[in-house]
């Protein structure tokens, strides 16, 4: 459901909201601090840390999550949940894990969202003739088969839309909201077509949530309202948003024809992808490492989510290689089908949910992997303390930071049960001009940085993994 997939727009809502936080805390003291016990025990860890990130930066792990992203990505190229190409990569990631020498690899059984895009295009024919560059947003319907021809309106904002619902019965309307933020945009294409169908829309055209374009649509999930009728719906490029708008602000009267073939299937099987390093004393007890497998059907789905992915992989590979042995077991999951909201993560919670006191922290990549600075991280005062800590391993890469607001969409199940969560914190600034558009591939992924990542996810899971205790609840 779109609720849960809008978790991960809450959390980016929750991690400026808490840099405004400690922007404003004054002094070491503001802040939850470690007993002497426990910071001891954790900078007796400086020297692993060390080569942990040596290993990543200069050693035999240089570029190697990288690497094996490119190798898979062009491989593979999108995966889109439902998809025999998904299913491919997830054989394809078994058997590599497998050959790295990783424990206990095996799938989990996950039934999964599919939906088909199919062809689709939009073309204005009045006042001229122009073709609409749209991507079809995941869950919408098709269009009858000779398409839908029909008058324009543009709205900037859902306001607007309710001041002017008189005039929508018949018509395409199209959003032109301004981009304020993911959190805050994103309600537009996950809702935008409902609101306006309540009021007599044909369909719905939804300018990109991106804060930036070189006339690229970007896709994403959308979920219709119980009780009003179904409408087709697309993105299209800020450019042409803008575009109409001013048209329309002129005067002048826009025509579009619409034809969609996009299709909603019965759910499938897929499977989440599992690997450990079992734990030497309490294997019972987990520090999970997380990223997602599937992507939308555009692009290549390096950045979202390839890049959290391979790191989580390679955080794993990086602790076997230097024959580091954890107390505590280090589970990689690979997530299926968290681009309709979580779903394959949310059967890997139903299952594994009585376990919840034994997972120490569940950790998700899903938010870019470039530079990394930190992490973000959801628990108790306790608990941040001992991330404070353990952030002060990672001086040498620039990454002591842990902001509040930790987690995602698919570690947000976890945090309902007390369990801890984090993310990376990164220099993403850019991830949105990317995000679920034809532009997510292998040529926004820089190795340097995503050897950075690797390093600082590296060495939390394995501090994490091997202290004395779990994170305090």
């Known amino acids: 459901k779109l609720a849960n ?11 400026l909201a808490g840099f405004i936080i400690l922007c404003c805390c004054s002094g070491e003291g503001s802040l939850p601090r470690a007993s002497d016990a426990v910071r001891k025990e954790i900078s007796s860890y400086q020297q692993v840390a060390d080569k942990i990130i040596d290993y990543s930066l200069n050693g035999p792990g240089q570029n190697q999550s990288y690497d094996r992203l490119a190798v898979f990505t062009d491989a593979f190229g999108s995966r889109i949940s439902g998809s025999q190409n998904l299913e491919n990569a997830i054989d394809y990631m078994l058997g590599e894990l497998d050959r790295d020498g990783l ?7 996950a039934n999964v969202t599919r939906w088909l895009r199919n062809k689709e295009f939009a073309k204005l ?22 398409g839908i021809l029909a008058y324009v309106m543009v ?30 945009s994103v309600a537009y294409r996950g809702l935008g077509a409902s609101r306006a169908a309540k009021h007599g829309a044909v369909a719905t055209l939804i300018r990109s949530v991106a804060p930036f374009s070189i006339h690229s649509p970007h896709t994403g999930v959308q979920e219709y309202q119980d009780g009003v009728p179904k409408i087709p719906t697309a993105c299209i490029s800020i450019e042409d948003a803008e575009m109409f708008d001013r048209m329309e602000a002129r005067g ?28 030497s004393e309490f294997p019972e007890q987990v520090v999970l490492v997380s990223g997602h497998l599937d992507s939308w059907d555009v692009g290549q789905g ?19 290689r230097l024959g580091l042995v954890p107390r505590r077991t280090i589970r990689l999951v690979l997530w299926t089908d968290e681009e309709a909201g979580g779903v394959g993560s949310y059967a890997y919670y139903l299952a594994h949910r009585s376990q919840a006191k034994n997972i120490s922290i569940a950790f998700e990549s899903d938010e870019g992997v470039f530079t990394p600075y930190g992490i973000q991280f959801t628990g108790s005062e306790n608990a941040t303390a001992v991330m404070r800590e353990i952030g002060q391993l990672l001086k040498s890469v620039n990454s002591t930071a842990v902001y509040p607001g930790g987690g995602g969409t698919d570690v947000g199940w976890w945090a309902k049960e007390g369990v801890p969560t984090g993310s990376l914190a990164n220099h993403n600034e850019r991830y949105f001009w990317f995000h679920h558009s034809d532009g997510d591939t292998m040529s926004v992924m820089d190795p340097i940085a995503m050897n950075q990542c690797s390093a600082v996810w590296a060495v939390y899971a394995y501090v994490l993994a091997d202290m004395e205790g779990l994170l305090p609840r």
């Open 5 to 15: 997939k809008m978790v991960a727009a809450a959390y980016a809502l929750a991690f």
């Open 103 to 109: 424990d206990n690899v095996h799938p989990e059984a």
């Open 125 to 146: 024919v009045e006042p001229r003739d122009y073709d609409v560059a749209i991507l079809g947003l995941g869950t919408s319907v098709g269009t009858p088969e000779s």
């Open 155 to 184: 709205v900037r904002s859902f306001d607007e839309l309710e001041n002017r619902s008189a005039e929508v019965p018949g018509k395409i309307v199209i959003y032109n909201q301004g981009y304020v933020s993911y959190g805050v």
């Open 252 to 279: 002048t009267r826009l025509r579009i024809h619409l034809k969609m073939g996009a299709e909603n299937l019965n759910d499938t099987a897929s499977r989440n992808t599992i690997a450990e390093i079992k734990g």
């Open 302 to 320: 390096a950045m979202d989510d390839g890049g959290g992915a391979f790191i989580s992989w390679q955080a794993l590979t990086i602790v076997r």
